[in-house]
């Protein structure tokens, strides 16, 4: 158990809806990734937050957005949703930003869109 | 970010060590070294990562060559648990994300 809790574990859901994904990191981390992986694609680094703030953004749709609240959890809103975002979105945490700081994974939400 | 390249798949007996090589040519003096490994769409799991020094916890051993342009993952006594992808990357020291999966290497423990 890494102890990054992600909720729900899975989603079904129509195209277009829009959804949340929560995660709450290991206990006394600072920094939050997101990570979206696709079948048979590798892990796709979407955004990252430290104590409350956006630090680094990569493949990030602009229909999707995030934030981290000052109890450190943080949620992944989806929106306009497309059967391409189908996908296992997983969730990271660190103590700190260093490189010497390993990330911690969560099991994920698997999200289906139909 | 330094890229790495590692073999698409190994196989391993049950019981002995599993090897698994990594090469990063352009890897840089702050750049850590570090292994995950993904059992079947579980969330990735942290292995170990080094600098320049070589690394040992419960899980594995990290050995490091001394240009530090590849590095190798021992798994001493391998158990089929073991069978999974294993990702070699490596990291920047500066702010923001310097996480980038690759392809990594499938590790089929055989018994």
């Known amino acids: 158990d890494s102890g990054v809790t992600q909720t729900p574990k899975h989603l079904i859901t129509a195209t277009g809806q829009r959804v949340t994904l929560r995660c709450s990191p290991r206990s006394g981390d600072l920094s939050v990734y997101w990570y979206q992986q696709s079948l048979d694609q590798g892990l796709q680094f979407l955004i990252q937050?430290?104590?409350?703030?956006?630090?680094a953004k990569g493949n990030i749709l602009e229909r999707f957005s995030a934030q981290q609240f000052p109890d450190l959890h943080s949620e992944l809103n989806l929106s306009s949703l497309e059967l391409g975002d189908s996908a296992l979105y997983f969730c990271?945490?660190?103590?700190?930003?260093?490189?010497?700081?390993?990330?911690?994974f969560g099991n994920g939400t698997r999200l289906t869109v139909t | 970010d330094a890229k790495t390249t590692q073999p698409t798949s190994m196989d391993c007996a049950e019981g002995r060590a599993a090897n698994l090589p990594c090469n990063h040519s352009?890897?840089?003096?702050?750049?850590?070294v570090y292994w995950y490994r993904q059992i079947h769409s579980q969330g990735p799991q942290y292995i170990i990562h080094?600098?320049?020094n070589n690394e040992t916890n419960e899980m594995a051993s990290l050995i490091i060559t001394e240009d530090r342009k590849s590095s190798t993952l021992i798994l001493p006594h391998a158990t089929l648990r073991d069978t999974a992808v294993y990702y070699c990357?490596?990291?920047?020291?500066?702010?923001?994300?310097?996480?980038?999966f690759g392809t990594g290497t499938s590790l089929t423990v055989i018994p």
């Open positions: 080094g600098l320049k």
């Open positions: 990357i490596v990291r920047v020291a500066i702010n923001g994300n310097q996480f980038y």
């Open positions: 990271a945490s660190s103590v700190g930003q260093g490189a010497g700081s390993p990330l911690h």
């Open positions: 352009t890897i840089s003096g702050n750049e850590y």
């Open positions: 937050y430290y104590n409350g703030e956006e630090r």
